[in-house]
């Protein structure tokens, strides 16, 4: 594999900015309501953005200085003088009037009203929720860190949750978010996003209550396959140990058979690993490692 590599103190910022975004994706939507001192409200999107700690739990967003001409933005006006923010979550039904609202409307002019979104009342702070919203965070800003003062530089304002909203509409049976239903996006370089909806969403057996053996404890022959890739490889790597043999069932048994070389044997528990079934890829390759 070729690689570019680039010093950031060696080209434009707004260069290496477009380099930075289009690299470091997708990246969540932080939808930060905000009040100045005379209690008028802004309304603006951040992808600068994540969730840092859940005791205290903390969100963490960055209304950047302007790289054209180093001007700071609303939002990081506002909470320097009313330090609260709604950070309200954004999915694909409201990714346009999100995107609207970015425009750089006149300090005082509400974005709620220019997107056509539902201000709602928050509870414990000042500033407005985001009615069509899927989640909400209710938050005080406990710091501000200023990373530089020429234009592209962050402003991270740290923010304390206080209180949480969530739609019902986005909970599954069990009462948990259900990432099909939150049907959230992500911003990406340039104009595009991305949608966890769908095709886009899997799921991966997390390696915490076990310790897999790693891909250097794999036979020589799986470790070094030209057919499996580095996520197959990895999968199989995550189990406590190498599983004992098994019998095949008949179908797979018949497949086997009709197999010529390593390559087509691992190309069959490839096709099971991607199914899910790292349990019958390792029968496959010990079968096959044994005929």
């Not at 840092?52 to 790289?67: D, K, M, Q, T, V």
């Not at 104009?191 to 997390?206: E, H, N, T």
Request: with cysteine; net charge negative; charged share 20%.
């Amino acid at each position: 594999m070729s690689t570019i590599t680039i010093n950031p103190s060696e080209v434009p910022v707004p260069e290496f900015h477009s380099w930075l975004l289009g690299a470091i994706a997708p990246r969540p939507i932080a939808f930060a309501s905000t009040v100045d001192g005379q209690g008028r409200v802004n309304l603006s999107p951040f992808s600068f953005f994540n969730v840092f700690g859940a005791n205290p739990p903390i969100l963490i967003f960055s209304p950047a200085r302007r790289g054209r001409d180093n001007t700071t933005k609303h939002t990081y006006e506002n909470v320097k003088e009313v330090p609260e923010v709604v950070i309200n979550m954004v999915s694909y039904s409201m990714v346009e009037q999100m995107s609207l609202s970015s425009t750089e409307y006149d300090k005082g002019v509400n974005e709620f009203v220019k997107a056509g979104l539902t201000p709602v009342a928050s509870s414990m702070i000042t500033p407005p929720r985001v009615g069509e919203s899927p989640a909400s965070f209710e938050c005080k800003v406990i710091e501000i860190k200023e990373t530089g003062e020429s234009g592209g530089a962050g402003n991270l304002v740290i923010c304390e949750v206080l209180l949480a909203h969530f739609s019902e509409d986005i909970l599954d049976k069990e009462g948990q978010i259900d990432p099909q239903r939150l049907d959230a996006v992500g911003r990406m370089g340039g104009s595009w996003y991305c949608r966890a909806q769908g095709d886009a969403l899997f799921s991966i057996p997390k390696p915490l209550r076990t310790q897999g053996i790693g891909i250097d404890q794999l036979p020589a022959a799986i470790r070094e396959s030209s057919v499996l890739t580095g996520n197959n490889l990895a999968r199989l790597a995550n189990v406590e140990e190498v599983p004992s043999k098994m019998d095949l069932p008949e179908e797979v048994a018949l497949k086997l058979k009709s197999l010529t070389g390593n390559n087509e044997l691992h190309g069959l528990a490839r096709e099971y690993l991607e199914k899910g079934d790292t349990l019958l890829a390792w029968q496959i390759l010990l079968e096959g490692s044994k005929s």
